[in-house]
């Protein structure tokens, strides 16, 4: 298929705008869903949001990598006179002026499987009094913390389980949705088509229509046929210039749908090329089932629900039971007048901290969420069950429909071509007076009738080819994937 890029888009108006006051532009059906899923305002949005949940996905990546700052106060200086507790316990406003600096490097990291952190610092702090004169340092030469929920609910793990899942589901949906592009445009651009169709036989039946018109006003002046034949004439005649305003009204209508859709700005009128030839490619439904089953959004979509679900489950019983926290550090410090002398013979320090909350009366709250969700579970694994064979049965469907509109396509062509020749027997036969006005006027309508079920058919066996890609993101006809990847 070959790609068009919106300058090369814009290259073609610009040069052929020159030559024209209203551009035209030829297109095959894949040159128009090349372009479509190349610059059209639904792929870029497609991309914009697979590039959206892409940066998600690396900032929670991020999350679970070391993270190091970098921590300053210069300086924070404090002139003021406060209220001072003396060790008597009485009060006293004391007159204050210091300035404090300080400098504090640490390493975080989240520890996925248990739901804690551990971090690792560095600091060192400088206090200077201004009265009466005085310099001190406090160093903390290194320093690690531990912060370990124990029984509680761990979100980081289950995060880890997840959130790949919507990432992977992301970029399968952005294919789908290009697939979805080339469907929108095929539709669009059968629709301008067809319009096209119908102007031109609309214009060639109003022409027939006033020649006939002609022929039979002659005939009446010589007694040859009756008047109401004659005004039957008449008013195919008025039906047909009210079929061509009809027809140019509803071409205009789909040539700004297919130019907005594929955001081209310019005004312009469209010469497109369809794909007649009706290809004998074979669908399999197995292997339809199994592409999809392999490369559809949904199958990920069901996986991810059911964990979202589980997790329900396991932040109701963990956020609701007992829950205990253990935090602590051990680590050097000291202090000193000079910065050399913070950092000679550092004093070890350590701290150690188990919180505990037992639940001891809650009503029946604490078992009302834990019920509630695992009956939210529950519902959800029947619901992605259901869904699952509803989506397999929805592939079988699609592939055993597009054979029978194959089918119908096939026969819908041979009726037009059959109801053509009809017309142009019956009209040479209206002429030479061998059969009256109402035999022509039905083989006017069977031609009409036949010519639209024609572009129908037509347009609903690219549509069905087009929905099949989109479903099983496999193209049936070229033998190949259709799952995009992107890079940023």
Request: charged letters at 25%; aromatic letters at 10%; zero cysteines.
């Amino acid at each position: 298929m070959k790609a068009y890029s919106l300058l090369f888009l814009l290259i073609i108006i610009a040069t052929i705008g020159f030559s024209q006051e209203k551009p035209t532009l030829t297109l095959t059906l894949e040159e128009t869903i090349a372009l479509a899923q190349s610059d059209a305002p639904n792929a870029l949005i497609a991309k914009t949001q697979l590039s959206n949940n892409f940066w998600r996905f690396k900032s929670f990546e991020a999350d679970y990598k070391p993270q190091i700052f970098f921590n300053a106060t210069l300086p924070s200086l404090n002139r003021t006179i406060s209220e001072i507790t003396l060790p008597d316990g009485s009060v006293q406003f004391v007159p204050q002026s210091f300035m404090n600096n300080s400098t504090n490097i640490s390493v975080f990291q989240r520890i996925g499987q248990t739901g804690g952190t551990i971090s690792a610092s560095t600091g060192l702090r400088r206090i200077d009094i201004f009265d009466p004169g005085s310099v001190s340092y406090l160093s903390n030469p290194i320093t690690l913390q531990l912060n370990q929920p124990i029984f509680g609910f761990n979100s980081f793990k289950w995060d880890k389980r997840i959130q790949p899942l919507q990432f992977d589901e992301a970029k399968r949906n952005y294919s789908e949705n290009m697939e979805a592009v080339a469907t929108s445009a095929a539709a669009l651009f059968f629709d301008v088509y067809i319009a096209q169709i119908s102007v031109s036989a609309a214009e060639k039946d109003r022409a027939n229509s006033d020649t006939l018109y002609r022929i039979a006003e002659g005939r009446f002046s010589v007694g040859k046929i009756a008047e109401t034949d004659l005004l039957q004439v008449e008013i195919s005649k008025m039906n047909a210039s009210a079929a061509l305003s009809r027809s140019t009204l509803d071409l205009q209508a789909s040539t700004e749908n297919l130019r907005n859709f594929l955001g081209i700005k310019n005004i312009v009128d469209f010469n497109l090329v369809p794909p007649v030839t009706i290809p004998t490619f074979a669908i399999d439904i197995n292997k339809a089932l199994e592409y999809a089953l392999e490369n559809r959004s949904e199958i990920i979509a069901y996986e991810r629900r059911k964990l979202e679900a589980e997790r329900g489950v396991a932040q109701a019983i963990g956020d609701n039971g007992i829950d205990i926290n253990l935090s602590g550090s051990v680590g050097f410090s000291q202090t000193d007048a000079t910065i050399a002398g913070a950092y000679t013979s550092p004093l070890d320090q350590e701290q150690l901290t188990l919180r505990l909350s037992v639940p001891i009366m809650d009503w029946g709250k604490a078992e009302s969420e834990r019920q509630i969700a695992q009956s939210n579970f529950e519902l959800v694994t029947m619901q992605v069950e259901q869904d699952r064979i509803n989506f397999e049965q929805t592939i079988r469907l699609r592939v055993r429909q597009f054979d029978l509109v194959r089918t119908q396509t096939a026969l819908a062509a041979r009726t037009y071509e059959v109801s053509q020749k009809n017309f142009d027997i019956t009209k040479k036969r209206y002429l030479i007076g061998k059969i009256g006005v109402t035999e022509l006027n039905l083989a006017i309508a069977e031609q009409d009738k036949s010519r639209k079920s024609y572009m129908s058919a037509l347009r609903n066996f690219w549509l069905a080819h087009y929905e099949i890609r989109r479903l099983t993101l496999y193209d049936f006809m070229e033998n190949k994937e259709l799952r995009r990847e992107v890079k940023f």
